[in-house]
């Protein structure tokens, strides 16, 4: 057995975590721009990173360093994502993170991670002079997680005390960003967890993939996949104690909630929807098939006019390349049934039911495939005029 209870502070909430955000002239009105995570020990870290081939330079860096290395250091950047700026973006790197472990000698393997516009080289001097800003010894989770947002409406933040049933317990905590290019092959996002378990190293990489598949790589804004996309996991095994079970149920937990506040914050997005697929043949094929309902644009579309279309519903699972067939297929908005294994349940008083179901902030829509047991829920949001608008005009 074991309890969760929230605690304060975030990313910085685990013993020995330390965290802030500075501004360095990269966004106006003095804004946090730059936030680092500092741990007073080395720790273990393992990280997940985007599926698109174009890795960015933060990215390309982080791969040079040799296998199991440790790090008490990351430094995150936001407007300028270091992305597609070759050799040159890789260097501007080093040079940066030189100047860091010459200002704080103790600082070791330190990692960078870039958030914002793709093709303009790095800033370097301003984030260099953004330094003689940083204190080591602070805690402050709330300036550490608005630095890394971008059109990020609000700043996404989450920590744990895990007691064990012996009243042993662990830390963990996280920040991360993310509202627009968000697709289910991880989303664009930046995500920085920091635990004080003393979690096995062997356990630190699929724990975070199983994780993953059920929160980051199952939700989706519009359908990009970034070149920055980023989970970080840093344990510095202070506390000295940890449960596999435990750790992974708390890891889940703060994923699903920070990858359901992207999915709420997505740009210009008014509501939350979980697409339910149950009764598929195979895993993958609800997995499939849940991910193509949350992408589509005309699903997207009428959920932002509230219009219970569910023929677009149907379409679009149809269209998805998995084993269906109209005559077993059902179609739930909320627990209003509007199409069931080849009737139309879509008189007027149920249209009503089904338009007020999309009223809702946040809804699920189930669809039973019917031939099979397998299941998976993905998480999408509407699409309206609001995400045309930010993104017309995201360099200016």
């Known amino acids: 057995m074991f309890n969760l209870f929230p605690i304060e502070n975030g990313v910085c909430a685990p013993n020995g975590f330390y965290c802030d955000g500075v501004s360095a002239g990269l966004k106006p009105n003095l804004q946090p721009d730059v936030a680092f995570i500092y741990a007073d ?126 009243t042993r317990s662990f830390k963990i905590g996280a920040i991360c960003k993310g509202a627009g290019m968000i697709n289910p092959t991880l989303a664009t996002m930046l995500c920085f967890i920091t635990t004080d378990a003393a979690i096995p190293k062997e356990d630190m990489r699929p724990l975070l993939i199983q994780a993953t598949k059920t929160t980051f790589n199952a939700i989706s804004v519009d359908g990009d996949t970034s070149t920055n996309d980023t989970i970080l996991l840093l344990s510095n095994q202070k506390s000295g104690n940890y449960d596999k079970e435990a750790f992974l149920f708390a890891l889940e937990k703060i994923m699903h909630k920070l990858a359901t506040d992207i999915v709420c914050d997505g740009e210009g997005a008014t509501k939350l929807v979980a697409f339910e697929v149950k009764g598929a043949k195979t895993q993958r094929e609800a997995e499939i098939c849940a991910k193509a309902l949350s992408q589509s644009p005309l699903v ?36 209003v049934c509007v199409y069931h294994k080849g009737e139309i349940y879509f008189d007027s008083l149920n249209e009503e039911k089904a338009a007020r179901v999309l009223k809702q902030d946040s809804f699920k829509i189930s669809c039973n495939i019917g031939l099979g047991e397998e299941n998976f829920v993905a998480y ?4 309206g005029y609001e995400y045309v608008r930010i993104n017309a005009d995201y360099r200016t």
């Open 380 to 383: 999408g949001c509407d699409l």
């Open 41 to 166: 020990s080395l720790c273990e870290v393992e990280a997940i990173f985007t599926q698109n081939k174009f890795y960015a330079a933060p990215i390309v860096h982080y791969k040079e360093y040799a296998e199991n290395f440790k790090t008490n250091f990351i430094l995150i950047n936001s407007k300028n994502a270091n992305a597609l700026t070759g050799d040159e973006g890789v260097r501007n790197i080093k040079e940066i993170l030189t100047k860091l472990q010459e200002a704080f000698p103790h600082i070791t393997n330190p990692i960078m991670s870039s958030t914002g516009t793709i093709g303009v080289q790095l800033p370097k001097e301003k984030i260099i002079q953004a330094f003689k800003q940083f204190n080591l010894e602070s805690k402050n989770n709330q300036n550490a997680s608005k630095a890394i947002m971008t059109t990020d409406r609000f700043n996404k933040t989450i920590a744990f005390e895990v007691f064990l049933d012996d």
């Open 300 to 335: 997207k579309t009428a959920l932002f006019g509230c219009d219970p279309n569910w023929g677009r519903i149907a379409s679009t699972i149809g269209a998805s390349g998995i084993e269906c067939d109209s005559k077993t297929l059902e179609i739930y908005f909320g627990d």
